[in-house]
Nanobody, 121 residues
């Protein structure tokens, strides 16, 4: 059971990045997939969430209108399109799988290795 996040990088403020989360050894069916992020010296925080079966989504207030979470059934991946990036979006981004519709990291049992997103001003 493994999750892999990819797509991070260095971008200027106002730019865009697209992160992708892929699963190995299991499917996303019947699960919620969330993105969290963690900046140096800060706690891990919720970014966005999608329920695979219904494509229902939820976003942190800080990213609403700028980030879009979506699923690709053919590729069996979950993506996070990040537009109008700000320096405060700089963090390591993680994808996680859980059974509950939750914004709390403790509710997610499976985590991937993160991908670094750095936004320069």
């Amino acid at each position: 059971v493994q999750l892999q996040a990819s797509g991070g990088g260095l971008v200027q403020a106002g730019g865009s990045l697209r992160l992708s989360c892929a699963a190995s050894g299991f499917t996303f069916d019947n699960y919620c997939i969330a993105w969290f992020r963690q900046a140096p010296g800060k706690e891990r925080e919720f970014v966005a969430l999608i329920r695979w079966s219904t494509a229902r989504t939820n976003y942190a207030d800080s990213v609403k209108g700028r980030f879009t979470i979506s699923k690709d059934s053919a590729q069996h991946t979950v993506s996070l399109q990040m537009n109008n990036l700000k320096p405060e979006d700089t963090a390591v981004y993680f994808c996680a799988r859980g059974t509950q519709w939750s914004t709390q990291p403790d509710e997610y049992a499976s985590w991937g290795r993160g991908t670094q997103v750095t936004v320069s001003s």
